[in-house]
């Protein structure tokens, strides 16, 4: 058994001796991992090493093999399908390496997609929506569709729309790899600095130093096992 990794906080995740494989190839051996309220944590490792696995099983988006994955002491692994569609939509946030928008609905319809989907009312879901676009500085692109807009705005659309509906937890892989650094650098500060002002755990999948420089934690996959890595 893995020493179990924790954070400064109280426990929101944990994993115990959770283990994947695809085929015969072990993509993560055993891992025990806590994840603390309001942390950021930074995940790094190869191509292929397993962090977009790591992500999923956090994220309920997969199963493990064998452990189990557990958010405030309740096993993902136990829930139906749909408990974990639900567990999704209401306490987690997703941000993806090339954003995902909806190419046909606007910025402002992507945002809200979230709170349309849990049923918030109209006049509610019009105020939140409107208030993370002007915090994330992109209102003015509100009426614009994805593809009218540069990667960074896009970017930050996509942070807007995993913020809106106020989850506990917010899980980004590779957010900033299909960006220039310089713009990689601000988004990441803008995701950064709202989860943080949400008291938000943020959990971040990363090839980049830099991206790993601004977690409270770093850990890097290797071999199928999770270690500390230094900051």
């Known amino acids: 058994m893995h020493r179990t990794m924790r954070g400064p906080n109280g426990i929101q995740i944990e994993l115990a001796g959770v283990t994947k494989a695809y085929g015969e190839q072990v993509v993560l051996d055993g891992i025990d991992l806590a994840i603390a309220d309001a942390e950021f944590l930074a995940v ?6 397993g962090k977009s696995t790591l992500l999923k099983l956090v994220g309920g988006l997969d199963t493990p093999d064998a452990g189990a994955v557990i958010h405030r002491g309740r096993s993902l692994n136990g829930m139906s399908e749909h408990e974990r569609t639900r567990f999704r939509r209401s306490s987690l946030g997703f ?3 090339f954003f995902n928008l909806i190419p046909t609905l606007t910025v402002r319809e992507n945002v809200c997609l979230p709170l349309d989907l849990n049923g918030t009312r109209a006049e509610e879901t019009a105020r939140r929506c409107s208030e993370i676009l002007a915090e994330l500085e992109i209102d003015g692109c509100a009426h614009r569709f994805p593809e009218e807009l540069s ?4 970017q930050r659309a996509a942070i807007a729309r995993a913020l809106v509906h106020e989850p506990e937890l917010i899980i980004a892989d590779e957010p900033t790899g299909n960006l220039d650094l310089e713009t990689a650098e601000r988004v990441l500060e803008t995701l950064s600095l709202s ?20 977690a409270d934690r770093t850990l890097r996959i290797r071999g199928g096992r999770l270690e500390e890595a230094a900051q």
């Open 44 to 49: 790094m490792g190869r191509s292929g090493s």
């Open 95 to 97: 941000v993806f390496q």
């Open 151 to 154: 990667g960074g705005e896009q």
């Open 195 to 214: 989860c943080r002002q949400r008291s938000t755990t943020l959990i971040v999948a990363t090839h980049s130093r830099e991206v790993a420089a601004l």
